[in-house]
């Protein structure tokens, strides 16, 4: 059984800051990637960013490129999304996904923690 857990969500103003951050727990499991999804008020479930957690490559979606930064904390099983110059848009229930397998889709997902960006 493997757990992921998000959290550092919460309240911010257009233009500021927030990190976000992914624990995966269990017992017997080799992480293959590790992604950031989200979803917003009335839409579909969007891919935010993933790092292929071997090769420490990311991959983000172009609404978030050059503002949002991936990193990891391998000891601690962490992965870290920095969201900087947010906007109304980045509004969302982000999500954290892991994949504990070389192909397929993500297996194990978190709960969610909701990111609101006000003014």
């Known amino acids: 059984q493997v757990q992921v857990t998000e959290s550092g969500g919460g309240l911010v103003q257009t233009g500021g800051s927030r990190r976000l951050s992914c624990g995966a727990s269990?017992?017997?499991?080799?992480?293959?990637?590790m992604a950031w999804y989200r979803q917003r008020p009335g839409t579909e479930r969007e891919f935010v960013a993933a790092?292929?957690?071997?090769?420490?490559?990311?991959t983000y979606a172009d609404f978030v490129k050059g503002r949002f930064t991936l990193s990891k904390d391998h000891a601690k099983n962490t992965l870290y999304l920095q969201m900087n110059n947010l906007n109304s848009d980045d509004t969302a229930v982000y999500f954290c996904?892991?994949?504990?397998?070389?192909?397929?889709?993500?297996?194990?997902w978190g709960q969610g923690t909701q990111v609101t960006v006000s003014s």
């Open positions: 790092l292929d957690w071997r090769r420490e490559t990311p």
């Open positions: 269990g017992r017997s499991f080799l992480i293959y990637k």
């Open positions: 996904a892991l994949l504990t397998q070389p192909v397929g889709s993500y297996n194990y």
